[in-house]
């Protein structure tokens, strides 16, 4: 997600950084570049302009904090700017007595229906009882697309295949809501393969028969500006009360999520990340322009977590780890839960400075989770015994478990390496009390603005290097290099 701006903006940061006390001119050459970045990201032409001057305003008007760098200063105001860019956003949908009625519309094509399905899924784990409405009449595909989604949730779906009429059908549905004691009503609307007026004046008719309490567009991330121009189409016929931009997992560039909210004013309340149902997810700006900037989105991940992870299974590896005991079982445990999360590229793009080692995995063609399954594979052809003690396992094990996961016996010695490695780290953590494991734990998220830059550091005392002391390290380092050559 993002990648191409999150390249683009950490070049600009780097092209800053180093050259020591920023100036207005290595300023305005930096947010050049953040320009071209969000231009190269498909943002709109007016919300580049804008954003760039209102950043350069506040970073030449305000007190530099003591606490960052001038670099890690304007990355504080590029993230500031950025969430309050696509924000704020309320991501709750309001209830209202005896039901509330949702229309979704949208172009052909943006997953409308599949959103329909999505939504459901979260309005019922929330406890709340919905019923689709197949408004559709267009397209007998999407008929019968909603009544699978129905059939999977559990959820009543109104169909009628006769009607050619989607004000009526809506208008029979609320009654039908009535009886079925349901508490959303979601009515899935007909999409065009363009925006036309035969469209639109359905979906005004829609809107002003059945007066629906919320009104969201459903729109395809990767379409970039199609998608804000036709957000804008949408809203200025209906009245949106909401975005959800589809396909956002697929969305390197980003420029939708960026100028949809300046355009049309109608904020982005869901993203859709996935193909699952469970793939919606709220949209959260300080969130996004984390990852936009580098910086992972660690509340996601744990929310993420929360969701799909065994509680039973982590409370089990939770007392490995207090002992200081950490098997090859539990590392396929930790693997499996893992997975539940998504491909480990998905997962590094959450963690903070990974999303670039994610890219650079892919520049050079390994695939992290073929990797990952080739582990598993070495760890199942084991046995209980040495998958618990691995100490056991000799040239002749080795043989046998490379060659029931169809490998060389090089890969075994590299998985024995990393299982030592990680027990070692497991048995010196359950060495350390309550508050230090927490220190430990903070010490890996502090500073997140740090990740994209800064002044270089003098050895482990965290002092700056002054300028004189920069080129002073540089001739050292030459000189270094010198010798070792003039030496061979």
């Known amino acids: 997600m993002f990648e191409s701006l999150t390249d683009r903006l950490s070049s600009a940061f780097r092209a ?99 959103s329909c399905g999505k939504l459901g899924k979260r309005l019922i784990a929330a406890g709340r009882k919905p019923m689709f409405v197949a408004a559709d009449l267009q397209r007998p595909a999407a008929i019968d697309q909603l009544e699978v989604l129905g059939g999977q949730l559990g959820a009543p779906v109104f169909v009628d295949r006769e ?53 969201y567009f459903v729109v395809d991330a990767m379409t970039g500006q199609d998608a804000v121009n036709s957000a804008k189409a949408f809203n200025e016929a209906l009245e949106l009360d909401g975005v959800i931009l589809t396909k956002l997992d697929g969305d390197a560039r980003g420029g939708a999520a960026l100028s949809v909210k300046e355009i049309t004013g109608v904020p982005i309340k869901f993203i859709g990340v996935g193909e699952t149902l469970d793939a919606l997810d709220d949209f959260h700006p300080d969130r996004m322009a984390s990852r936009m900037l580098g910086m992972g989105d660690m509340l996601t991940l744990i929310e993420t977590a929360q969701a799909k992870f065994d509680e039973e299974e982590l ?77 056991i396992i000799d040239l002749r094990r080795k043989k046998r478990i490379a060659a029931g996961a169809g490998v ?24 350390l009390g309550a508050a230090q494991r927490m220190r430990q734990l903070q010490s890996l998220t502090a500073n997140p603005f740090g990740v994209l830059g800064g002044q270089p550091k003098k050895g482990t005392t965290g002092k700056r290097l002054t300028p004189k002391e920069r080129e002073a390290q540089r001739k050292r380092l030459e000189k270094e290099r010198r010798n070792k050559k003039k030496k061979k």
């Open 16 to 114: 800053m950084t180093g050259r020591g006390r920023l100036t207005e001119s290595n300023v305005r050459e930096g947010l050049e570049q953040v320009r071209q970045a969000l231009l190269e990201a498909d943002a709109s032409v007016e919300v580049a302009n804008r954003f760039v001057q209102n950043v350069q305003e506040k970073f030449l008007g305000s007190e530099v904090s003591r606490a960052l760098s001038p670099t890690q200063q304007i990355v504080k105001i590029v993230n500031d700017e950025l969430v309050a860019l696509m924000g704020p956003v309320d991501s709750t949908i309001p209830v209202k007595e005896p039901f509330t009625t949702i229309m979704l519309c949208g172009l052909q094509g943006s997953g409308k229906t599949t």
């Open 163 to 215: 009607s050619k009429d989607p004000v009526d059908v809506c208008k029979r549905a609320l009654k039908e809501a009535k009886e079925r004691n349901v508490d959303v009503v979601i009515l899935d609307t007909a999409g065009r393969l363009h925006i036309d007026d035969e469209l639109m004046q359905q979906l005004k008719d829609v809107e002003r028969k059945v007066q629906p309490d919320q009104v």
């Open 315 to 391: 409370r089990r590896q939770q007392e490995q780890m207090e002992k200081g005991v950490f098997t090859l079982d539990d590392f396929r445990r930790q693997m499996s839960q893992a997975s539940r999360l998504g491909s480990l590229g998905k997962i590094m793009s959450l963690i903070p400075g990974m999303g670039r080692l994610s890219g650079i995995i892919g520049e050079l063609g390994v695939d992290p989770d073929k990797e990952m399954r080739k582990i598993g594979g070495l760890i199942d052809s084991m046995t209980p015994l040495e998958r618990r003690k691995p100490e």
């Open 408 to 431: 060389d016996v090089k890969r075994v010695n590299e998985l024995l390496e990393m299982h030592q490695k990680m027990a070692g780290v497991v048995k010196s953590f359950s060495s």
